[in-house]
C-alpha cells in the first residue's frame, strides 16, 4: 500500500473546523504531519476539541475564532495563526446556506452568504498568499458544493451565486499565483453524512441518485484535499473536483 504524502514541515489553516468536513480535514493533515490552525466563527468548545485531536498526532495546532466573513476579525485569524508560522495552506471550508425565497429576499441577507461563501475565501487568500509567494509553493482549496454546478431551486439562489464565484475565483487565482508555485482548487462535495444535520432527512434521500449507492462521508472530502494540498498533488490546479459518487458531472 503507498504511504501518503507527508505534509511535515508546512501549516495550513481549515476554515469552519469545529466538526464535520472542516474537523475531518484538520484531522486528516494532521496525520500527514500538518500543524493546523482549527477555525470556527463561535464554537471555540469544538475547535479546541479538534485541536486536542489533532495534537495527538504530534502536531501543532492552535484555534482561531473569528467569523472569515468579516474583515477584520480576518485579521485577528491571521494573528493567531502566526502561534505555527507561515501558513502555507489554507481550505476555505466555512460557509453558511440559509434559505430566502429570491422574490423576498433582503439585501442584508444577500450580502451575508456572499461575505462568508465568497468574500471569505477572497479574504484568506489576501492575507497568506503572499507568504506562499514569498516561499515559492502554497496550496489553497476552496469548498464549493453541487449548487456550484447545478444552481439551486430551494431558496438559496444567493447560496449560488456565491459558491459559483468561488469556481470562479480558484480558476483565476490558479492562473496568476500558478507561476509563483501556488496551485488553487475547489471541491464539490455531494451529499455528504454528518453535514447540515438539519438536513439529514434530505440528505439521506439523496441516496437512490447515487451510482456508487452510498452517501458521502466527510473523509472522502478530507482524503482528496489531503492530496491537493501535498506534493503528490503539485500538477493539479485550477479545477474543481466533484466528489459525489457519480452524483452529478
Known sequence: MTTPASLRGHAAIVTGAGRNIGRAIVLTLAV??????????????????????ARKHGVRAVVAVGDVGRRDDVNAIVGAAGEIGTVDIVVNNAAIRPRAPFLEMTDAE?????????????????????????????RIVNITGMNAMQGTHDGRAHVAAAKHGL????????????????TV??????????????HAAYISSQLDKIPLGRLGTPDDIARLTAFLASDDGGFVSGQMIGVNGAAAT
Not at 498568499?129 to 516561499?135: D, G, K, L, S, Y
Not at 480558476?171 to 501556488?182: D, H, I, N, S, T
Open 167 to 182: 469556481w470562479g475565483l480558484t480558476k483565476a487565482l490558479a492562473r496568476e499565483l500558478g507561476p509563483k508555485g501556488v
Open 110 to 138: 444577500w450580502q451575508r452568504v456572499i461575505d462568508v461563501d465568497l468574500s471569505a475565501a477572497f479574504y484568506m487568500a489576501r492575507a497568506f498568499a503572499p507568504a506562499m509567494v514569498a516561499r515559492g509553493w502554497g
Open 185 to 198: 482548487n475547489a471541491i464539490s462535495p455531494g451529499p455528504i453524512l454528518g453535514e447540515q444535520q438539519e
Open 32 to 53: 500527514r504531519g500538518c500543524d493546523v490552525v482549527v477555525n470556527t466563527a463561535r464554537r471555540r468548545a469544538d475547535a479546541e476539541a479538534v485541536a486536542v485531536d
